[in-house]
């Protein structure tokens, strides 16, 4: 299993980014995947869920409105459309799966908002 996060950066608050998560390794289409991240100082803070065919998602309320989380099943990637962001959104951001009672987890995009 193989995931690999992309597309963080530094972004100024109201702004937006797009991050990404390549995934290989396993039959991507036949399982969930959720979005985790960790800010400075803090623990984990689970994000946002995607079913296998993207028909569900889930959010923490933190980022409901702001936030949308989307796959592509032809290309393997999972995505996250961070709007309206904020200082507290600061944190590396991480793609993960779980099968077969195993959690895999990608290395992370950091993002950062600040003026």
């Known amino acids: 299993v193989q995931l690999v996060e992309s597309g963080g950066g530094l972004v100024q608050p109201g702004g937006s980014l797009r991050v990404s998560c390549a995934a290989a390794g396993f039959t991507f289409s036949s399982h969930a995947m959720s979005w985790v991240r960790q800010a400075p100082g803090k623990g984990l803070e689970w994000v946002s869920a995607?079913?296998?065919?993207?028909?569900?998602?889930l959010y923490v309320d933190s980022v409901k409105g702001r936030f949308t989380i989307s796959r592509d099943n032809v290309k393997n990637t999972l995505y996250l459309q961070m709007n309206n962001l904020k200082p507290e959104d600061t944190a590396v951001y991480y793609c993960?799966?779980?099968?077969?009672?195993?959690?895999?987890w990608g290395q992370g995009t950091q993002v950062t908002v600040s003026s």
């Open positions: 993960t799966l779980k099968a077969d009672s195993v959690e895999y």
């Open positions: 995607i079913n296998a065919g993207g028909s569900s998602t």
